[in-house]
Nanobody, 121 residues
């Protein structure tokens, strides 16, 4: 069982940056691949990024490639999403999620409650 709590969302102007954090509980955090998924108003959930259990593999949606960076700190049981050059279309609720293996998609086993990111133009 993994419990996830996101933080770091907020309101930012286009071109700005935010760093999302996701704190995980449970002793087995380091065994899980982690992902970020977002959902904009009126739209379906969309894969953003994922990182393997040891950090050796990272995958990104084309829409965020080159602007977002996913990382993890197993000593802190935390995964991060650094978001640069933000655009209004990045506005969404961002969810942290965990799975036993890397998932390029939205099929994850454990989910956080989400954090709102709003990018103004």
């Amino acid at each position: 069982q993994v419990q996830l709590v996101e933080s770091g969302g907020g309101l930012v102007q286009a071109g700005g940056s935010l760093r999302l954090s996701c704190a995980a509980s449970g002793r087995t955090f380091s065994r899980y691949a982690m992902g970020w998924i977002r959902q904009a108003p009126g739209k379906e959930r969309e894969f953003v990024a994922t990182i393997s259990w040891n950090g050796s593999r990272k995958y990104y949606a084309d829409s965020v490639k080159g602007r977002f960076t996913i990382s993890r700190d197993d000593a802190k049981n935390t995964v991060y999403l650094q978001m640069n050059s933000l655009k209004p279309e990045d506005t969404a609720v961002y969810y942290c999620a965990a799975a036993p293996n890397v998932r390029v998609g939205i099929s994850y086993d454990y989910w956080g409650q989400g954090t709102q990111v709003t990018v103004s133009s």
